[in-house]
Nanobody, 130 residues
Framework: QVQLVESGGGLVQAGGSLRLSCSASGRTFSSSAVGWFRQPPGKEREFVTAIRRIGAGTYYAEFADSVKGRFTVSRDDAKNTVYLQMNSLTPEDTAVYYC????????????????????WGQGTQVTVSL
């Protein structure tokens, strides 16, 4: 099992940026695929992005259409940390953001399904005001 802790959430004005961090301990992080999800108020948890290591020092990510071009994701396996950079934020991005991990299956199949992840952080609140 791996323990995850998100940080970096807060209140930001529309158009602003935030960087979230997800720090892991426990299971070797480098062998895991990492996903970010969010849960807006009163809504279901939704996929944001997932990142996998596809080679030494090489990573690949997929993004939800709603965040493409505005969010980027990176990871530092030496620090067991994944970063979610969020730019051009809008009030629609307001949500609790969670990171999650699953053993890397070798593909992105199921990467957008929360049920495919076996460890979750406690979440960090992001609020975007007008």
């Amino acid at each position: 099992q791996v323990q995850l802790v998100e940080s970096g959430g807060g209140l930001v004005q529309a158009g602003g940026s935030l960087r979230l961090s997800c720090s892991a301990s426990g299971r070797t992080f480098s062998s895991s695929a990492v996903g970010w999800f969010r849960q807006p108020p009163g809504k279901e948890r939704e996929f944001v992005t997932a990142i996998r290591r596809i080679g030494a020092g090489t990573y690949y990510a997929e993004f939800a259409d709603s965040v493409k071009g505005r969010f980027t994701v990176s990871r530092d396996d030496a620090k067991n940390t994944v970063y979610l950079q969020m730019n051009s934020l809008t009030p629609e991005d307001t949500a609790v953001y969670y990171c999650a991990v699953r053993p890397d299956s070798g593909s992105f199949v199921g990467a957008n399904d929360p049920k495919q992840y076996d460890s979750w952080g406690q979440g960090t609140q992001v609020t975007v005001s007008l």
